[in-house]
């Protein structure tokens, strides 16, 4: 709609500006000119962008990158008036065309019913219809028996001029036009401005070599009253303005001096393409660049926004998501396959999305309601890209929580730019819980949050140096605090009385499987990770006072999972 409105309001100052100061003259070529040229500078015109570029200097100091979340608020369901008005303009403009078509169909059964014959390179077609003579591009169409052999002999001068300059050509250039800007006024006195201009073309060239210009003008007055259903996309030679063709044939030429009035439209068009079409891009200068905080760089703050889907989401919620982000960042967001319960609840739902980058889909379904996630977007200073995609969160449980072997940690997977799903494997990194790596399908959830110590992660040549290839995609090293007490035993030092040597003990803890006391040579790496349901540490006087003095060093007992 902007362009229309750019090119609307350029065809409107081409018209005023011929209405005010070209009108009353006789450049009838140079007005054929200056009208044509302002259709195509109308249409054309509003596309071409200037670019200023502006330099600014850095700033003085560091900045720090800072992310904050921004509030969407959704639209009521209230009337987009854009829409409606979209919606009118382009049903208007296909009435306007197909009007177009039916007349230019009438007009071919008009000549086809005819009687055709060629002369001097034009076709001549004799009718019997009640119509003004007229020409269309090299056809010239009249009723004999309307006029006198004399008459017919002006009529087909005048009409030869239209065919040789065709004519044709601005009259359908001028329909379409205004078949696509039929809401514009000015395009309809633009119209008739122009039909007359071509008018004015055809008198003063038939009228040059006559001995009677006036015999030329009494012909015109005789015939003012018959009109033509196809004069809108023809020349036809008797039209509703004779009075000012008339005037016109009877003025004195112009002077050429005169003719700098055609470039009054030059100043309007730059101030238009500076005002209108001008692009501002700020970039920094490159000759003052300033070193500050040690830092080189700083990577620019961005800004993180959210849309978050969950089970209670309507379908008008969901709609008004998707034409929010389609308007607002031209990102075609889509949800298919939704299932609802009794109640209303979504059950199922798939999203996907697709944008100049490539596509991304998330599934989610329960039966007591989808887990919630959101779709999530990181947008820099300047409104450009720099990530987006599909978030899953569970909901956090409190710390006291009793665990059970379905509890859920809490877990937050965002995937940019690919496929995902909640038991996602496709992108997704690889697990080592406690230096052992684990199946594909591990779910960190089945981890106790108080039970771990650590959670390492490494990216990029780290981790496939040390992983190989399957660790492309990053590697999570999970290590439970039981774990760490294993791999970290008592050790006593004892210094000799002359302080020449140290004696390094150390101390192997109690170990019990199941119920049953193991030697002390024995090393939990025999037991696969995998099969552990459970390991509770004992220390200290609590671990002397259950298990004696074997148990000073502490006690590790096990339980694992039976088949």
């Given at each position: 709609?902007?362009?229309?409105?750019?090119?609307?309001?350029?065809?409107?100052?081409?018209?005023?500006?011929?209405?005010?100061?070209?009108?009353?003259?006789?450049?009838?070529?140079?007005?054929?000119?200056?009208?044509?040229?302002?259709?195509?500078?109308?249409?054309?015109?509003?596309?071409?962008?200037?670019?200023?570029?502006?330099?600014?200097?850095?700033?003085?100091?560091?900045?720090?990158?800072t992310q904050t979340s921004e509030a969407i608020m959704l639209p009521d369901a209230t009337t987009d008036w854009w829409t409606v008005i979209t919606t009118?303009?382009?049903?208007?403009?296909?009435?306007?065309?197909?009007?177009?078509?039916?007349?230019?169909?009438?007009?071919?059964?008009?000549?086809?019913?005819?009687?055709?014959?060629?002369?001097?390179?034009?076709?001549?077609?004799?009718?019997?219809?009640?119509?003004?003579?007229?020409?269309?591009?090299?056809?010239?169409?009249?009723?004999?028996?309307?006029?006198?052999?004399?008459?017919?002999?002006?009529?087909?001068?005048?009409?030869?001029?239209?065919?040789?300059?065709?004519?044709?050509?601005?009259?359908?250039?001028?329909?379409?036009?205004?078949?696509?800007?039929?809401?514009?006024?000015?395009?309809?006195?633009?119209?008739?401005?122009?039909?007359?201009?071509?008018?004015?073309?055809?008198?003063?060239?038939?009228?040059?070599?006559?001995?009677?210009?006036?015999?030329?003008?009494?012909?015109?007055?005789?015939?003012?009253?018959?009109?033509?259903?196809?004069?809108?996309?023809?020349?036809?030679?008797?039209?509703?303005?004779?009075?000012?063709?008339?005037?016109?044939?009877?003025?004195?030429?112009?002077?050429?001096?005169?003719?700098?009035?055609?470039?009054?439209?030059?100043?309007?068009?730059?101030?238009?393409?500076?005002?209108?079409?001008?692009?501002?891009?700020?970039?920094?200068?490159?000759?003052?660049?300033?070193?500050?905080?040690?830092?080189?760089?700083?990577?620019?703050?961005?800004?993180?926004?959210?849309?978050?889907?969950?089970?209670?989401?309507?379908?008008?919620?969901?709609?008004?998501?998707?034409?929010?982000?389609?308007?607002?960042?031209?990102?075609?967001?889509?949800?298919?396959?939704?299932?609802?319960?009794?109640?209303?609840?979504?059950?199922?739902?798939?999203?996907?999305?697709?944008d100049d980058t490539g596509s991304s889909s998330s599934s989610s379904s329960d039966k007591d309601g989808i887990q919630p996630f959101n779709f999530s977007?990181?947008?820099?200073?300047?409104?450009?890209?720099?990530?987006?995609?599909?978030?899953?969160?569970?909901?956090?449980?409190?710390?006291?929580?009793?665990?059970?072997?379905?509890?859920?940690?809490?877990?937050?997977?965002?995937?940019?730019?690919?496929?995902?799903?909640?038991?996602?494997?496709?992108?997704?990194?690889?697990?080592?819980?406690?230096?052992?790596?684990?199946?594909?399908?591990?779910?960190?959830?089945?981890?106790?949050?108080?039970?771990?110590?650590?959670?390492?992660?490494?990216?990029?040549?780290?981790?496939?140096?040390?992983?190989?290839?399957?660790?492309?995609?990053?590697?999570?090293?999970?290590?439970?605090?039981?774990?760490?007490?294993?791999?970290?035993?008592?050790?006593?030092?004892?210094?000799?009385?002359?302080?020449?040597?140290?004696?390094?003990?150390?101390?192997?803890?109690?170990?019990?499987?199941?119920?049953?006391?193991?030697?002390?040579?024995?090393?939990?790496?025999?037991?696969?990770?995998?099969?552990?349901?459970?390991?509770?540490?004992?220390?200290?006087?609590?671990?002397?006072?259950?298990?004696?003095?074997?148990?000073?060093?502490?006690?590790?007992?096990?339980?694992?999972?039976?088949?």
């Open positions: 709609m902007l362009y229309l409105l750019k090119s609307s309001g350029i065809l409107a100052f081409f018209w005023c500006c011929f209405k005010r100061f070209l009108e009353k003259e006789t450049f009838f070529e140079w007005h054929r000119i200056f009208l044509i040229s302002g259709i195509f500078i109308a249409l054309l015109f509003p596309l071409w962008t200037l670019t200023e570029l502006i330099l600014v200097d850095p700033l003085p100091y560091a900045l720090t990158e009118i303009y382009a049903i208007g403009a296909m009435l306007f065309l197909t009007r177009l078509g039916i007349q230019l169909i009438s007009l071919n059964k008009l000549i086809r019913k005819g009687t055709a014959f060629k002369t001097d390179g034009l076709t001549i077609v004799e009718t019997k219809e009640n119509t003004s003579p007229f020409s269309f591009f090299n056809l010239i169409v009249y009723n004999p028996s309307m006029h006198q052999p004399q008459e017919l002999k002006t009529i087909i001068a005048h009409e030869k001029i239209h065919c040789l300059q065709r004519h044709s050509v601005d009259i359908l250039l001028i329909h379409l036009l205004s078949a696509l800007q039929w809401m514009n006024p000015f395009v309809w006195l633009y119209k008739k401005t122009l039909s007359l201009n071509l008018e004015y073309l055809a008198d003063n060239a038939a009228t040059k070599n006559m001995s009677s210009p006036k015999e030329y003008q009494y012909l015109l007055l005789k015939q003012a009253g018959v009109g033509s259903p196809y004069s809108s996309i023809i020349n036809p030679f008797f039209t509703s303005l004779i009075k000012k063709r008339i005037v016109m044939l009877n003025k004195n030429k112009s002077k050429k001096i005169r003719a700098w009035k055609f470039s009054l439209a030059v100043p309007f068009l730059a101030f238009f393409l500076v005002a209108f079409n001008t692009k501002t891009v700020t970039q920094v200068n490159p000759n003052s660049v300033q070193k500050y905080s040690g830092l080189e760089s700083e990577k620019a703050p961005s800004s993180k926004i959210k849309f978050t889907i969950n089970k209670n989401r309507t379908k008008k919620d969901l709609e008004r998501i998707s034409n929010t982000i389609k308007k607002d960042y031209n990102i075609d967001l889509r949800f298919t396959d939704i299932s609802r319960n009794a109640d209303g609840i979504l059950t199922a739902i798939n999203s996907s999305y697709n977007m990181e947008i820099d200073d300047e409104g450009n890209m720099i990530s987006l995609g599909y978030e899953i969160s569970v909901k956090k449980p409190k710390i006291n929580e009793q665990r059970s072997e379905q509890s859920n940690l809490p877990i937050k997977v965002k995937l940019l730019n690919g496929s995902l799903t909640q038991d996602s494997t496709l992108t997704a990194p690889i697990y080592i819980v406690d230096g052992s790596e684990v199946s594909a399908y591990f779910k960190a959830t089945d981890i106790d949050p108080s039970e771990i110590h650590s959670i390492n992660v490494l990216k990029g040549s780290t981790a496939t140096h040390k992983y190989g290839d399957k660790a492309k995609n990053g590697v999570i090293m999970i290590t439970t605090k039981s774990h760490q007490a294993l791999q970290s035993p008592a050790i006593s030092t004892k210094k000799e009385n002359n302080g020449a040597t140290n004696q390094t003990t150390i101390n192997t803890p109690l170990y019990i499987v199941d119920g049953v006391e193991k030697e002390a040579d024995f090393n939990i790496d025999n037991i696969p990770a995998s099969s552990i349901k459970s390991i509770n540490v004992t220390k200290g006087a609590e671990a002397i006072e259950k298990f004696g003095e074997k148990g000073k060093n502490g006690v590790i007992e096990i339980t694992t999972r039976k088949e």
